[in-house]
């Protein structure tokens, strides 16, 4: 299904005929935006951002009361918009040293800067032709179609569809620069549980990585990448466990390579909300702990492997209550970082804009796996939303965002957004 094609810079990268097909042709955009989930930033933000991210849903009210206890616990404050500006800060940084002079715009789906408002201020400051990135590696309806459609709402609302052109860079979970931190990362804390154990006088006792990362549905997980057109049959029938799966073997592979360790290793489930009769893909983390411990494992190396910073799911739900689980199992246990705004990351979040602009296009499009290179058009019904479709942006049956007036001064320009700017709502 793929060819490998030799790099001078390690390993081989996979040509995707599949995802091939699903590539758009290098544009000449004017900004980037980066687009996340947003956080809380003081506890009266608290129950008003839990309001915007479970809008619509049937999140019972006890799940709602307990996370709101984890961002009460840390002031209020989520890490994830700090986290946020810095990422935005190092891309521009990385962009202004290569010469490419793309502004960085940051909007978010649940909190300030709000995405509607961003793409306004965008469109006011002469912006046009907008390609997106998330904070979100993976295929499924939270991690990538969302997000799609938040953009395709906010355009419609704001009456900015037609005038300003939106796309978005492949989901980037088998990007080397997604992957090498995690190899780093691992490769260290295989290290630091093996020398703990070593000085405890254990030195051969069993070591487990569990890549962790956010359950969905198992609806949702069966519907990741499923589409019109998608040939292939996933892993577990889900796009979202196969990328994980494929990404986490890439990473094991590598860190074998690099360190000569390695362990046992299994994917692994957190963060799980929702009616209890609901299923969501599973083993939860604490869960997967308690029976390794009971196997007789000793160290636990735990990669956040769906996640791009150190926001609360891992400072909360890996860092405080599966770190505490192993505690109280007396098993050794470190969790590794996430990509953050690791050198590596924010190259090849800077590669992966490059791929698709026209002025700086380096035509490379490395992928880790053999599922990816992933695609730049989404296919038609990917990730579908159970709740109802919406407009989305960036995919081959996208409707809102493809068109925009053209530019101030460009040669037939139309009269510049004429009666005063976006229509009245
Ligand atoms: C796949 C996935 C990612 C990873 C991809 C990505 O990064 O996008 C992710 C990330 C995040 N999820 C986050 C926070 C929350 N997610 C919730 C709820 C949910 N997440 C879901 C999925 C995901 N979520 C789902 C299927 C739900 C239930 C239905 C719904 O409501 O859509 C809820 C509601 C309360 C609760 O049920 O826990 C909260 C507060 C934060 C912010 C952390 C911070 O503040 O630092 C981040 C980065
Ligand atoms: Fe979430």
Redesign the pocket.
């Known amino acids: 299904m793929s060819q490998l094609d030799p790099t001078t810079d390690g390993g081989p990268v996979v040509v995707n005929p599949v995802t091939e097909a699903g590539r758009m042709a290098p544009k000449n955009y004017d900004a980037v935006l980066l687009a996340s989930?947003g956080?809380p930033e003081g506890q009266e933000d608290v129950i008003p951002f839990?309001r915007n991210?479970?809008r619509g849903?049937g999140?019972p009210d006890e799940?709602?009361e307990e996370?709101s206890h984890h961002y009460r616990a840390n002031g209020g404050i989520?890490?994830?918009n700090q986290q946020n500006r810095e990422l935005k800060a190092a891309l521009e940084a990385e962009l202004a040293a290569r010469g490419i002079e793309l502004p960085v715009l940051w909007g978010n789906r649940n909190w300030a800067p709000y995405i509607p408002q961003t793409l306004q201020d965008a469109y006011d400051a002469g912006h046009r032709r907008l390609l997106m990135i998330t904070?979100?590696a993976y295929s499924?309806y939270?991690?990538c179609r969302q997000y799609r459609e938040d953009i395709g709402m906010a355009l419609t609302e704001t009456g900015l569809d037609g005038r300003l052109e939106v796309d978005k860079v492949r989901q980037y979970f088998d990007h080397p620069g997604f992957v090498e931190p995690f190899v780093e990362g691992t490769a260290a804390g295989l290290a630091e549980v093996r020398e703990k154990l070593a000085a405890a006088g254990t030195p051969d006792a069993p070591v487990q990585i569990l890549f962790a990362t956010?359950s969905?549905?198992t609806r949702?997980a069966e519907a990741a990448g499923r589409s019109e057109g998608e040939p292939r049959e996933f892993a577990e029938g889900s796009a979202y466990v196969a990328q994980h799966l494929a990404t986490a073997a890439a990473v094991i592979q590598r860190v074998e390579e690099e360190s000569g360790l390695t362990a046992p290793w299994s994917l692994v489930y957190q963060?799980r909300?929702?009616a209890p009769h609901v299923p969501w893909l599973e083993p939860d983390i604490n869960d997967a702990i308690e029976e390794l411990a009971g196997q007789g494992v000793k160290g636990i190396v735990i990669v956040p492997l769906?996640?791009?910073s150190d926001?609360?799911?891992v400072v909360w739900d890996l860092d405080t209550e599966a770190l505490e689980t192993c505690d109280n199992l007396g098993l050794t246990a470190t969790r590794v970082p996430t990509p953050g705004t690791h050198r590596k990351f924010v190259n090849g979040m800077v590669d992966l804009i490059s791929e698709r602009t026209a002025a700086n296009n380096i035509s490379d499009r490395p992928a880790l796996t053999d599922l990816g290179p992933w695609y730049d058009v989404c296919r038609p019904g990917c990730c579908q939303n159970f709740r109802g479709e919406k407009p989305t942006i960036a995919g081959a049956d996208t409707t809102v965002g493809t068109g925009h007036d053209s530019y101030p001064g460009e040669a037939g320009a139309s009269q510049p957004a004429a009666s005063g700017g976006a229509p009245q709502q």
């Open positions: 989930f956080g839990l991210v479970t849903r999140i799940r709602l996370v989520s890490p994830i904070t979100s499924c939270s991690s956010h969905i549905p949702d963060s909300s929702g769906g996640f791009v926001h609360m799911e």
